[in-house]
């Protein structure tokens, strides 16, 4: 029996309890440089189709290509910042493949001499245990076209009647970081891959070198992973599911390869080494071709490109400059901002540590800022399936907000009303304030009458507090934040009410 597209899934739990997976992810960062890897080309994103080329992108006889020195920089800072050795001297290869988005039919890349290897990157679980992915290289290569497969039901090239090529994305820097083999996480493997993703994206992103925008395709990972039983050495025959685009995917799929590996073992069957496709919709993965082997590339030197010997001085110079590291930066907010982990966690986990610090450099208060992000917009970007950064609200403006709740010119549900009307594009916080009426009421004739006539509407309160039940204001404070349509400062509202009862708070 051979794996099928059909095969029932086994029971997580029943799958651990009797293979150890073996997973290793292969990171593709598309960098962001001006200009293409081996030519003058612009990367930026959207033109026409077909616009961004040349003839050494495309591939022309007699083009010859020149390495982007940015690329080989940045390059350089992702293997320092994934403590790996940066080769004295290393070498670009062609790896050999007909497919219709390779204009080349070869992918100029690195083979048995990268740039940076044997390193590692600790990641932090959502329990705070430390695990530790290593590293085998990260090397330099291309990226490839884009296919647009037409009059099919998926959008994929089965079924459909024809595609489409664009091959602007074609000769975009690209560095691959491959791990080694991941083993010993157990059942927490997903979860170790989805950290380890999330982790090396937000290390991306502090190095400058990426925006590391997943559902853009400048960061993808394809999950590699085996089954193998207990107590065995000899590592299974692995899977590979190409071009994951979340961090939430990268879990599921190596959720969902874990159970279908064990059900086509506990079957009897073989699992077959191919790549796969991973399936939003529904988490699943299905067939796409059988895996070549390395020597299926034939590999070899690339003639037209002369060596890449990064000078030791110069390596050490990228070493020096390197920012803090995102692992060690969120250790050092979590104690400017006197949060626990877990609070540190559930904002990492939100994509919100970023959007939190902004905030503050715009002038918020931490907790202010945390309050915000975590509370009402947090709820706003479930509720619409959106992520937090992706909400049409700015740091500045959530500063702003904090600023008028400070001030006392709004209060905590007004504020509410404010954001809310921020995210519905009616403006920025002081025009939503303007058009909506919603500064508090602090004008002391105006508080003074509402106190007045919720005294005189409520006598039987208004004794109970006369006699010393200080806790029964609380009715009148609420009677007048109605009346004022939640618009009043309720603090000088309970003030006045004891001042008018005679009362002591």
């Not at 990171?27 to 001006?34: D, F, W, Y």
């Not at 991973?278 to 699943?284: I, V, Y």
């Not at 058009?435 to 004794?463: F, H, Q, W």
Request: aromatic share 4%; proline share 5%.
């Amino acid at each position: 029996m051979t794996v099928t597209e059909h095969v029932s899934l086994v029971p997580y739990e029943d799958a651990l309890a009797t293979y150890d997976p073996v997973m290793g992810l292969e990171v593709h960062v598309e960098l962001g440089t001006r200009t293409k890897m081996f030519c003058g080309c612009s990367t930026e994103l959207g033109a026409d189709p077909n616009s961004q080329t040349c003839p050494t992108c495309l591939g022309m006889p007699g083009a010859l290509p020149v390495v982007n020195a940015i690329g080989v920089e940045s390059a350089v800072k992702i293997g320092l910042a994934l403590n790996c050795e940066i080769a004295e001297w290393c070498r670009f290869a062609r790896k050999n493949y007909f497919y219709p988005d390779m204009p080349k039919n070869f992918q100029t890349s690195q083979y048995d001499e990268p740039i940076a290897y044997n390193g590692y990157l600790d990641v932090q679980l959502e329990d705070g245990e430390i695990f530790r992915v290593e590293i085998e290289r990260a090397h330099m290569e291309e990226d490839t076209g884009k296919s647009l497969h037409v009059g099919g039901a998926t959008g994929r090239i089965q079924g459909a009647s024809h595609s489409l090529l664009d091959y602007n994305r074609a000769g975009i820097p690209l560095i691959e970081i491959v791990t080694k083999p991941i083993e010993g996480a157990g059942a927490r493997a997903p979860e170790v891959a989805k950290a380890y993703v999330a982790e090396l994206r937000e290390l991306i992103k502090a190095l400058d070198v990426s925006e590391a925008r997943m559902e853009q395709g400048q960061m993808r990972c394809d999950v590699n992973l085996s089954l193998r039983p207990h107590g065995r050495e000899k590592f299974g025959t692995r899977s590979e599911t190409k071009n994951v685009n979340s961090l939430r995917s990268v879990e599921r799929a190596a959720r969902y390869e874990i159970q279908r590996h064990a059900a086509v073992l506990d079957g009897g069957g073989t699992i077959i080494q191919e790549t796969r496709h991973f399936h939003e919709e529904d988490g699943s993965t299905t067939s796409g071709r059988v895996k070549e082997e390395a020597e299926d590339y034939r590999y070899f030197p690339e003639p037209d490109l002369v060596p890449v010997a990064p000078p030791r001085e110069w390596v050490e110079e990228l070493r020096g400059g390197l920012p803090e590291l995102p692992r060690l930066r969120r250790k050092r907010l979590r104690e400017e901002w006197g949060v626990s982990e877990h609070d540190m966690q559930s904002m990492l986990n939100a994509g919100a540590v970023e959007l939190i610090t902004a905030t503050i450099e715009a002038g918020a208060p931490a907790d202010q800022a945390r309050k915000w992000w975590m509370g009402e917009l947090a709820r706003s970007a479930n509720e619409t399936s959106t992520d937090l950064a992706a909400l049409p609200i700015t740091p500045a403006q959530v500063a702003r907000v904090a600023e008028l709740v400070t001030a006392g010119d709004l209060n905590d549900k007004l504020a509410r009303q404010v954001l809310e009307g921020v995210l519905a594009g009616e403006g920025d916080p002081d025009t939503v304030v303007e058009k909506r009426g919603l500064k508090v009421v602090s004008d002391e004739g105006a508080l003074g009458t509402a106190v007045d006539e919720a005294i005189a509407a409520n006598p039987a309160i208004a004794d109970k507090i006369r006699a010393g039940k200080i806790a029964a204001a609380g009715a009148l404070v609420g009677a007048v934040m109605k009346a004022t349509r939640g618009q009043a400062d309720a603090a000088r509202v309970r003030e006045l009410i004891l001042e008018r009862l005679g009362a002591e708070g």
